[in-house]
């Protein structure tokens, strides 16, 4: 895979980290979805937990990257059979289900968006999500055993895919899942060529050390919308936060063959771009949360997201 960074090496004043025994005594060391105005806060967790010298795939060296940058890559972890065979699935999966909630298409043109809970809808997707590549790396970072708290395939059709605006996944999944802690990972799977010009995830780098907080109360029943939309009105991050994060830390554009993996954390300011290319984008997402870190109420106050964005 390949990294290109824009940044403009400007800095910022750190916040001072929260006490320690906040937790001790139950306090939310994540508070968002706040009445007024957003926080970005040094994040309290590790993030490669245990320690460097924890066993798996990674090396220690790429143990290191990763908790300095919030994520890894690596080409040739799905092979050109893999890469068919999920693509299939899309097609069978999507056809089975019809007018479905697993079913997320794009508000402009019908295109599929996202097909949610792709590795209980398909024996093959599990499989390849269970892998020592994938599952094992996720292991290894986390220090624990893991369950899937999702798993989904994002497409974006040539001409017609649209953005992903701005967030931090673990911002949502504490607020409306009831995460705990950051102790969690997606890996992105390309299965198809990720260009600099088809709508490639960018990543702040370094922003998995921040939590960004978000404003407004989120109202029940609301995930839906969330994900249609191209800059949901919740659980988005002020513009003013995501520059001022940029301008300090830069901007990574990541990009890769079919077959090639990023490993990312939880806490990750990341975004991708509409894709206007006649080329698609689509990626197999799964994410892996610990299991010390089981769900919980939701910190944002609101039901519990249903089972399909949130595995319990």
């Not at 995830?201 to 370094?206: K, T």
């Not at 003013?240 to 990009?255: M, P, R, Y």
């Not at 991708?272 to 919980?296: E, H, M």
């Amino acid at each position: 895979m390949v990294t290109q960074t824009a940044n403009k090496n400007t800095q910022i004043t750190k916040t001072e980290i929260p006490e320690s025994d906040k937790q001790a005594r139950g306090v939310d060391v994540y508070r968002t979805r706040l009445a007024h105005r957003s926080q970005i806060e040094p994040r309290p967790h590790n993030t490669v937990w245990g320690s460097m010298g924890n066993p798996g795939p990674l090396s220690a060296p790429e143990l290191r990257h990763y908790a300095d940058r919030g994520y890894h890559t690596e080409n040739k972890v799905l092979s050109a059979a893999d890469i068919d065979a999920c693509l299939s699935e899309v097609s069978d999966i999507t056809d089975r289900l019809g007018d479905d909630d697993r079913v997320i298409r794009e508000s402009s043109s019908g295109d599929v968006r996202s097909l949610f809970a792709v590795h209980k809808l398909s024996d093959l997707i599990a499989e390849i999500c269970d892998r020592e590549s994938i599952r094992g790396v996720a292991e290894q970072i986390l220090d624990d055993e893991v369950t899937i708290h999702q798993s989904r395939i994002n497409l974006k059709p040539g001409f017609a895919g649209g953005p992903f605006y701005w967030h931090s996944d673990f911002e949502t999944w504490h607020a409306e899942d009831g995460m705990p802690a950051p102790r969690a990972l997606s890996v992105s799977l390309a299965l198809t060529p990720n260009l600099s010009t088809n709508g490639p995830l960018m990543i702040i780098p370094g922003s998995h050390r921040r939590f960004v907080s978000c404003v407004g109360a989120t109202p029940d029943g609301y995930h839906r919308e969330s994900l249609t939309s191209y800059r949901p009105p919740f659980g988005t991050p002020e513009e003013e936060d995501v520059a001022t994060l940029a301008d300090e830390l830069g901007i990574d554009t990541i990009t890769g063959p079919a077959g090639s993996a990023l490993y990312f954390d939880s806490n990750c300011l990341h975004a991708s771009s509409g894709n206007i290319t006649p080329y698609p984008r689509s990626n197999l997402f799964v994410v892996f949360n610990a299991k010390s870190n089981a769900l919980q109420n939701p910190f944002g106050g609101t039901a519990p997201r249903p089972d399909h964005l949130a595995h319990r």
